[in-house]
């Protein structure tokens, strides 16, 4: 994923890199709590193997959509975690790509084909 400026061309987001943004838009979470958190949320239609995450996390730090934290919250001693916080440039990405879900989700009422009794 080659850095971007502009929504347009950032959208359609892959499935695990949109969830991953979800998972950080209220906390700074570390990777396997970013793996629990999508496979909850979804109920296990998004799968995250480490190796998954990992990959995703180096794309989405190089377009500074998130960043790593530099200290671990309090509490947490385990020198192995690293912690992520979606930036700005994230939370407008992760915005973007829901504006474009619902307007699809709109075409897709106003063709009766989700929302309606069949």
């Known amino acids: 994923m080659?850095?971007?400026?502009?929504?347009?061309?950032?959208?359609?987001?892959?499935?695990?890199?949109?969830?991953?943004?979800?998972s950080l838009v209220d906390d700074d979470l570390h990777g396997y709590a970013i793996i629990q958190d999508v496979a909850q949320r979804t109920g296990g239609e998004v799968r995250l193997t480490a190796s998954t995450l990992y990959a995703a996390v180096k794309r989405l730090l190089d377009n500074g959509w998130i960043e790593?934290?530099?200290?671990?919250?309090?509490?947490?001693d385990?020198?192995?975690?690293?912690?992520?916080r979606l930036t700005p440039k994230g939370r407008q990405a992760a915005r973007g790509e829901a504006l474009r879900i619902e307007r699809l989700a709109g075409m897709a009422r106003a063709k009766q084909l989700i929302g309606a009794k069949r």
């Open 2 to 22: 080659p850095a971007r400026d502009s929504l347009e061309s950032a959208s359609p987001l892959s499935a695990q890199v949109f969830q991953i943004l979800l």
């Open 68 to 76: 790593e934290l530099r200290e671990r919250p309090k509490g947490d």
């Open 78 to 84: 385990d020198p192995r975690r690293r912690y992520y």
